[in-house]
């Protein structure tokens, strides 16, 4: 937390360590085991059946939300053929798929300070060894709900609804200035 | 902060989670062969235990499941969470809600 000595000895983030707001194609599906592996299949990648933990490859990923939620995030303009792909593979299996793509923007906070700016705000350890690489969650960040995602050491990932994302980024920027002080 | 174990997440902290009262309460099976008596127990009344209470929680700002935990009411001591459906857990110490 932002006491003064840590101020001090920290030092602050000047250079771009936080990246505007990428389209990107969402979608949340629900489903038991037998139609989370049909829909790995259909997205071209396992969906992670480890509490808190992403499963990547290449540009796409695949979020543990819950037991049986899972987010799946991938390039803009792919929303349609992703939507095919797994209804295909999703054919006979009950199950729910939601394109939320524009209900919530991501952020990426990248760089040596981005474990420190969030956990000023964030109720959960974000050490590497609280919070390590490829680990995934939804929890609160200020007053918003957010999902965050590790995808590297210095790389942390924010999924947050969209009305709340002005909010989310200008806390973000007022924890910078208040620890330049 | 208090951390409540999350029977799939883990220990987390308190404020993500949210209370949902009485656990263990069970629906009538049978509608409408259900007094009215025990339709205003079923939906109004509920222990008011001092000390070890069964009660649902729900994590709602994680993995949004619900789930059900042994709580000392006088002390907040979290003695057991377990996942819905599953059967009320036996304490160490023998004790019960
Ligand atoms: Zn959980």
Redesign the interface.
């Given at each position: 937390m932002a006491d003064a000595a840590l101020r001090r000895t920290v030092g602050l983030p000047t250079a771009a360590w936080l990246e505007s707001p990428v389209p990107a194609s969402r979608f949340i599906l629900r489903g038991a085991a037998a139609a989370r592996a049909a829909a790995g299949q259909g997205f071209g990648l396992p969906l992670p059946e480890t509490?808190?933990r992403a499963a990547t490859d290449g540009n796409r990923a695949a979020l543990w939300?819950?037991?049986d939620?899972q987010l799946l995030l991938a390039p803009d303009g792919e929303v349609d053929s992703i939507e095919a792909a797994l209804a295909r593979a999703l054919q006979g299996h009950a199950h729910s798929l939601v394109d939320v793509s524009h209900r919530q923007v991501g952020i990426g906070i990248h760089g040596p300070h981005a474990e420190w700016l969030l956990e000023a705000q964030c109720?959960?350890p974000l050490n590497l060894r609280a919070f390590p690489v490829g680990m995934c969650?939804?929890?609160?960040f200020g007053k918003a709900?957010v999902v965050l995602w590790r995808p590297a050491e210095q790389v942390f990932r924010l999924e947050v609804w969209r009305s709340f994302a002005t909010y989310v980024v200008e806390l973000l920027r007022e924890i910078e200035r208040e620890s330049a002080a | 902060m208090l951390l409540i174990q999350c029977p799939y997440c883990g220990p987390r902290p308190e404020l993500e989670f949210a209370y949902a009262g009485q656990a263990h309460v069970a629906r009538p099976a049978d509608p409408s062969a259900t007094t009215p008596d025990q339709w205003t127990e079923f939906l109004y009344l509920r222990n008011n235990t001092r000390g070890i209470h069964a009660e649902r929680w729900r994590h709602v700002r994680g993995c949004a499941r619900f789930f059900n935990a042994l709580r000392d009411t006088t002390t907040d001591h979290f003695l057991a969470t377990y996942r819905a459906g599953e059967p009320m857990p036996v304490l160490p110490m023998g004790q019960k809600p």
């Open positions: 509490a808190c939300l819950g037991p939620e109720p959960l969650t939804r929890t609160v709900e | -």
